[in-house]
């Protein structure tokens, strides 16, 4: 997926050429296997970036609301407007509008589904209901991650990421000058020449490599199994939520990830306090959304009721703000805090985790974060089209075009090397590179498959 020609003219060694040879046998492995997945990734990566501004323009029926003098009416009044607009329901969470201007949302759940109730905060008006798995952003994001698909397809998605990064690195060793006089900065020829869409590619990957990189590293935390794996290093070690929090108060065997409607990264594996047993009645929800206003949490907020009669209140919010990110869990019967933490409070690794997250999401440093994010998807898509014209121009009819073996093999040791490296820090991707050499050692010895490969 790269061209030879300049390294070729240039003075190299025969073990320089057959480096770059190897590197660009499996650069366009990697690059056919995860080129439609990257282009998934990109575009519905760009448009989660402005999922607020989707929210506020093409869905401000339901979202948006005119402000009034007058005071928003109770939680629990708009609970049962929503339920009555969705009978048989019950509550999952209630979030509270964001501004003046916006509408509650009520995730509710009725005949086993989740359900969204966007409410006039002012009137009580139901503007909308949408089951959870339709609304537009909750989509965007299931594709994004292929949680469509069951947790294999996610799996290979986290293993895409893996190979996003060898593409990069990759790239970088082919695009790195070797005396050619294009093709590093500048582009050459024009869109119907094979050299324009090479330099396309080459130029757009170098000069993103590093956001692209940044993009697959930031969004695995999110993974199942690499994810899991990095959580499970931060409680160990103590880098992660502050478990100290909850020494104080009894805890259920259920986690935060499971009871809460929405729960940041690092608080998925939290355990869920439980309220003292008391003689006296719950709370209820309008004084669990007031102990959460008193504590001056972000607008926006999301509050969860109490599972059963030993459950919690627990109000959260996670605002671009990372400062302002904040759990507290409410005792149902007390109505107070029982934990209240905030981004102030997780771990060294949690921290630079959800810093990550918060870029790769456009979140931390506004409008300039999210173009910035854009420009990188832009990129993707940029360079994975190109990719594929130039692969398309220079393929022998009716053959795949696969770049040619190297002459000697004595430049496998180093690649394998470093493949059983990447392995070990990328495991579901190392498991693809394996099945990738396999397909490419069949390829090698079965004369029919050869030449189709070829």
Same mark, same amino acid.
């Given at each position: 997926?790269?061209?030879?020609?300049?390294?070729?003219?240039?003075?190299?060694?025969?073990?320089?050429?057959?480096?770059?040879?190897?590197?660009?046998?499996?650069?366009?492995?990697?690059?056919? !296997? %995860?080129?439609?997945?990257? =282009? &998934?990734?990109?575009?519905?990566?760009? #448009?989660?970036?402005? /999922?607020?501004?989707?929210? @506020?323009?093409?869905?401000?029926?339901?979202?948006?609301?005119?402000?009034?003098?007058?005071?928003?009416?109770?939680?629990?009044?708009?609970?049962?407007?929503?339920?009555?607009?969705?009978?048989?329901?019950?509550?999952?969470?209630?979030?509270?509008?964001?501004?003046?201007?916006?509408?509650?949302?009520?995730?509710?759940?009725?005949?086993?589904?989740?359900?969204?109730?966007?409410?006039?905060?002012?009137?009580?008006?139901?503007?909308?209901?949408?089951?959870?798995?339709?609304?537009?952003?909750?989509?965007?994001?299931?594709?994004?991650?292929?949680?469509?698909?069951?947790?294999?397809?996610?799996?290979?998605?986290?293993? !895409? %990421?893996?190979?996003?990064? =060898? &593409?990069?690195?990759?790239?970088?060793? #082919?695009?790195?000058? /070797?005396?050619?006089?294009? @093709?590093?900065?500048?582009?050459?020829?024009?869109?119907?020449?094979?050299?324009?869409?090479?330099?396309?590619?080459?130029?757009?990957?170098?000069?993103?490599?590093?956001?692209?990189?940044?993009?697959?590293?930031?969004?695995?935390?999110?993974?199942?199994?690499?994810?899991?794996?990095?959580?499970?290093?931060?409680?160990?070690?103590?880098?992660?939520?502050?478990?100290?929090?909850?020494?104080?108060?009894?805890?259920?065997?259920?986690?935060?990830?499971?009871?809460?409607?929405?729960?940041?990264?690092?608080?998925?594996?939290?355990?869920?306090?439980?309220?003292?047993?008391?003689?006296?009645?719950?709370?209820?929800?309008?004084? %669990?959304?007031?102990?959460?206003?008193?504590?001056?949490?972000?607008?926006?907020?999301?509050?969860?009721?109490?599972?059963?009669?030993?459950?919690?209140?627990?109000?959260?919010?996670?605002?671009?703000?990372?400062?302002?990110?904040?759990?507290?869990?409410?005792?149902?019967?007390?109505?107070?805090?029982?934990?209240?933490?905030?981004?102030?409070?997780?771990?060294?690794?949690?921290?630079?985790?959800?810093?990550?997250?918060?870029?790769?999401?456009?979140?931390?440093?506004?409008?300039?974060?999210?173009?910035?994010?854009?420009?990188?998807?832009?990129?993707?898509?940029?360079?994975?089209?190109?990719?594929?014209?130039?692969?398309?121009?220079?393929?022998?009819?009716?053959?795949?075009?696969?770049?040619?073996?190297?002459?000697?093999?004595?430049?496998?040791?180093?690649?394998?090397?470093?493949?059983?490296?990447?392995?070990?820090?990328?495991?579901?991707?190392?498991?693809?590179?394996?099945?990738?050499?396999?397909?490419?050692?069949?390829?090698?010895?079965?004369?029919?498959?050869?030449?189709?490969?070829?």
């Amino acid at each position: 997926m790269t061209d030879l020609t300049a390294s070729a003219r240039a003075p190299s060694s025969t073990l320089a050429i057959d480096t770059y040879r190897a590197i660009w046998r499996w650069h366009f492995y990697a690059g056919l !296997i %995860a080129v439609p997945f990257m =282009i &998934l990734l990109a575009v519905t990566g760009s #448009l989660y970036l402005f /999922r607020d501004e989707i929210d @506020g323009t093409l869905f401000a029926h339901r979202n948006v609301v005119a402000a009034q003098a007058s005071a928003p009416l109770p939680p629990s009044e708009l609970v049962s407007r929503a339920q009555a607009a969705v009978p048989g329901s019950t509550l999952s969470a209630y979030r509270e509008p964001a501004g003046p201007t916006g509408s509650a949302r009520i995730a509710l759940r009725a005949d086993g589904e989740a359900v969204y109730a966007f409410v006039n905060p002012y009137t009580g008006a139901v503007l909308d209901t949408v089951a959870k798995r339709q609304e537009f952003n909750e989509v965007v994001r299931k594709l994004h991650s292929l949680d469509y698909f069951g947790s294999y397809a996610n799996r290979l998605i986290e293993a !895409i %990421a893996g190979f996003a990064i =060898i &593409l990069v690195v990759s790239g970088l060793y #082919l695009w790195w000058p /070797r005396r050619q006089t294009g @093709g590093v900065v500048t582009v050459r020829g024009t869109p119907s020449k094979r050299v324009f869409w090479r330099d396309t590619h080459a130029v757009t990957g170098a000069v993103a490599g590093l956001f692209i990189a940044f993009l697959a590293v930031s969004g695995l935390p999110w993974s199942s199994f690499w994810g899991g794996k990095l959580t499970e290093i931060a409680t160990a070690t103590g880098t992660g939520y502050p478990a100290a929090l909850w020494d104080a108060v009894p805890t259920s065997g259920e986690h935060a990830a499971h009871a809460m409607d929405t729960v940041g990264w690092t608080m998925e594996s939290s355990p869920m306090p439980m309220s003292h047993a008391a003689a006296a009645a719950p709370i209820g929800l309008d004084r %669990a959304v007031a102990v959460a206003r008193s504590k001056g949490m972000a607008p926006g907020f999301e509050v969860t009721p109490p599972a059963d009669a030993a459950g919690v209140y627990t109000a959260a919010v996670f605002p671009a703000d990372l400062a302002k990110v904040r759990t507290i869990h409410i005792d149902q019967y007390a109505g107070e805090p029982l934990v209240d933490i905030g981004y102030a409070d997780y771990g060294a690794l949690a921290k630079l985790t959800e810093l990550g997250i918060n870029v790769h999401m456009g979140q931390e440093f506004g409008l300039a974060n999210q173009l910035l994010m854009l420009a990188t998807c832009l990129a993707i898509i940029l360079s994975s089209v190109a990719a594929l014209v130039m692969w398309l121009k220079r393929r022998p009819a009716g053959r795949l075009g696969v770049p040619p073996y190297p002459t000697s093999r004595r430049v496998y040791g180093a690649l394998w090397a470093m493949a059983i490296a990447f392995g070990i820090l990328f495991p579901l991707s190392g498991l693809l590179i394996v099945a990738m050499v396999a397909v490419d050692l069949l390829v090698r010895n079965v004369a029919p498959l050869r030449r189709a490969f070829s």
